[in-house]
């Protein structure tokens, strides 16, 4: 059974910086295309950043760019998110989220806080 297990978020100050890891077990993590999405409160789910199967595409929103990078290291299972100059507006609920083909499956979720 496909499983994502997210791990490495807080509470941080606002210029501060987190890495976000997630741990993915019992699917073809090579074959998946693998994202990170937030959600703050009494807000929709946004996609934050993706990366492909390879590791070499990549995609950020624009409230990303030049603030966050996803990485993924396919032998270790794993995908990372380094966020720096973290501002208290990316306080939420961060996800791991894989597709391969149409299935897509989603982590519990890690808390960021940003706040002084």
């Known amino acids: 059974q496909a499983q994502l297990v997210e791990s490495g978020g807080g509470l941080v100050q606002p210029g501060g910086s987190l890495k976000l890891s997630c741990t993915a077990s019992g699917f073809i993590f090579g074959s998946g295309i693998m994202s990170w999405y937030r959600q703050a409160p009494e807000k929709e789910r946004e996609l934050v950043a993706t990366i492909d199967a390879t590791g070499r595409r990549t995609n950020y929103a624009d409230s990303a760019k030049g603030r966050f990078t996803i990485s993924r290291d396919n032998s270790k299972r794993t995908v990372s998110l380094q966020m720096n100059s973290l501002r208290p507006e990316d306080t939420a609920v961060y996800y791991c989220?894989?597709?391969?083909?149409?299935?897509?499956?989603w982590g519990q979720g890690t808390q960021v806080t940003v706040s002084s």
């Open positions: 989220h894989v597709r391969i083909g149409t299935a897509i499956k």
